[in-house]
């Protein structure tokens, strides 16, 4: 067993001092071992090589007896631990990984997470957190600043994903509307508005929540994948005039698959147009799940003018933020720090309040008279446990969120969100010359694109397959998405699964749904590393014909 401390066995596991600790030691062991498997680190996924188990069922059975004496070098155990498990995973800050949405963890972020850790601090209150709680409270500062809410007004809370913030909206909003829900329950007359384009955690929460999907109102999307807010009124009319009480309404600031923005302030002005017509003893709750386009808040005109003088995403970035700005006019909304621009380690969410008033209301038990002896609050000046869904909450999340804004600045921030976008509409505009490619969300502002690739000898017709109603162009798409599955599915198992270079993206079996009825699927590819950039897009693009052309011959052989 190790030494630390002059202590052996199981006790050199937990210095006392943090003079002589293993915890560097082991954590040097951990990423040498790492190094090992990828000695550049530039692939986008973590090579198999050196993993002692080829399957899953043998990686469990080997982890899954447990021994009855400890391990004798707890250095060999950590080494032998990151090859096995952590071969395949994904590597973020990789110029070639467009998988999906995750983030490029800054290191001082990291940092401040794997000392929290270590100190295993619990973000309670300021008894067993210490002056980690005023870092919560930064945040919030932070981000009541970059909307021009007034800081000693606003008031947020760390906690476990997005989905966690879309909790927070929605109870807030129930209690709002029914504040007998505390002792009674949900009532049956509930209701909550979310949008087309909702992420699934919506229904997920809501569902967690006790509010059935019968109970959740929808709101159509535009051509632009914008909320209907002609829409949205009669539907919440249709409610009211029912009897239903409207909980909360949760609009779009920053969706999965275009990064849309709905009109923030518009839904505002709409609630509270209804809330005085119908003289509700209530206002339901304006949710906004920004939990990716909160960071067009950084925006400035340094990170505009270090775009290409030749580069489009100009306009996109100045109209993206000039809607983002109009969270002010919400009442909560969310932010994923571990997500895009976030670049903090996975989980990082935070629910922002405009006014502290509104989190007050998810006082435990509904009032300050909860009985919450076990964790002594009377001797805490801080605790922002009265308000959270969690008891126990990790404080490296708020460490790691301060030590990003920090550590990045405004300009930072703005600079890699700002290269993102660049890089993203390059690449739409760059693919879309390309013969038997399409791009399905050319109107997005963000940096994220949907691509559709045909069939050979058919020419891309992407509009028409989305918004024409008529049968053939059903079975149009219908042919179209059986092609896109099976091109994905050779290259996943010829390249990209086996470790053959090149761009890794992701295939949605479902980015919208068609005219038609039918759903549309695409190829998603999702720049969130702030090291890429135009090259390696242009890259991707080449490569993706190159495969396309390729597999077309394969295609053309089995349709014989």
Known sequence: MDVANGQTGPRALFPLSHRGSPFLDLCKTAFESLTELMPEGDAARVPSTGARYQTY?????AYGELPNNPV?????????????????????????????????????????????????VYLINDGLAGNVVAAEGAVSHVLARLTDVPASQAYGLFTFGGTGTMAYGIKAGLRKCAPESVRSGTPGDVRVVITEDAHFSHVAAADWLGIGADQLVVIPADEQRRSD????????????????????????????????????????????????????????HLHV???VGWAWLMLNDSALS?????????????????????????????????????????????IQFNDKSDCVRLRKGGSSSADLHQLAQDFSVVSPVDYTL??????????????????????????ILARLVDAAIYFRESLGSRNGMAVLNPHALGYQSMVRLYPPERAPEAHREIHDAAPSTARMVKEGNAYLKAFFAWDNETRMNANGGGVVYSFSSRYVTT?????????KFYPTTPLIGREHMKEAIDLLAERKAAFDEIWRAGTR
Not at 262 to 279: P, S, V
Not at 334 to 346: E, L, N, Q, S, Y
């Open 515 to 523: 005219a038609s009825g039918e759903p549309i699927s695409g190829l």
């Open 390 to 415: 969690e008891t126990s909450r990790a404080g490296g999340k708020a460490l790691a969120a301060v030590a990003s804004l920090h550590s990045l600045g405004r300009n930072g921030y703005a600079t």
């Open 289 to 291: 799940d920004s939990v």
């Open 306 to 350: 270090s775009l290409e003088p030749s580069s489009s995403a100009a306009d996109a970035l100045r109209e993206q933020y000039r809607r983002v700005r109009a969270l002010r006019s919400a009442d909560s909304w969310g932010v994923d720090f571990h997500k895009g621009v976030g670049v903090c380690p996975i989980d990082c969410s935070f």
């Open 72 to 120: 004798v070098s707890p250095g060999d155990l950590i080494g032998g631990m990151t090859r096995d498990f952590l071969a395949g995973a994904v590597n973020w800050r990789s110029p070639e990984l467009q998988y999906n949405l995750g983030a490029a963890v800054n290191v001082a972020a990291s940092a401040m997470y794997a000392v929290a850790l270590d100190t295993n």
């Open 57 to 61: 069922g043998e990686l469990v059975a």
């Open 229 to 284: 807010l002609r829409v949205a009124e009669a539907l919440v009319r249709d409610e009211l005039e029912a009897g239903h009480r409207v909980a909360t309404i949760i609009i779009n600031g920053g969706t999965t698959y275009d990064h849309v923005v709905d009109d923030i302030a518009a839904f505002a002005e709409l609630r509270d147009r209804l809330t005085a017509e119908y003289k509700l003893r209530y206002r339901p």
